[in-house]
């Protein structure tokens, strides 16, 4: 049975504990969401054993930390790497043997997300540069 949230005992030595080392957090980050909205955040954070606020806070720094690569974005930039590097020799009119194709695919495997990540870079620039 859930305890009732007016009837959780607070540690405050606990929490100031958990601060030393860290600095002060001063600054607020917000949005507004809907009831059900945030009875679902506030489920998620109940699962984790966490306050909304602490849990939002990892959620929010773990997605800004995170590179911006999903699977669908990595194998688009790895199709266009195998048209890039399969058409160039077709286009000159060279044969492309079984052995450089397979060499093809492996280096195409092996280089997608690293490419992949430098084309989100290319965006992120861009960005900065237009505003």
């Known amino acids: 049975m859930e305890v009732p949230a007016e009837h959780v005992e ?15 957090r001063s600054r607020t980050a917000s949005a507004r969401v809907t009831d059900d909205e945030l009875a679902a955040l506030e489920r998620a954070a109940g699962d984790e054993g966490k306050l909304l606020a602490e ?15 999903d699977a669908l974005f990595t194998e688009i930039v790895a199709t266009r790497m195998l048209l890039n ?8 009119g060279e044969e492309l ?10 280096n195409v495997r ?11 870079e290319q965006y992120g620039t861009s960005d900065q540069k237009e505003n």
């Open 55 to 69: 849990w939002a806070r990892e959620v929010l720094l773990r997605e800004a930390r995170t590179p911006r690569t």
């Open 110 to 120: 092996t280089t997608k997300h690293k490419a992949a990540m430098d084309v989100m």
């Open 97 to 106: 043997t079984a052995q450089a194709y397979n060499d093809v695919l492996t």
């Open 85 to 92: 590097l399969v058409l160039k020799p077709i286009a000159c």
């Open 10 to 24: 607070l540690k405050f030595s606990d929490r100031l504990d958990k601060r030393k080392g860290r600095p002060i």
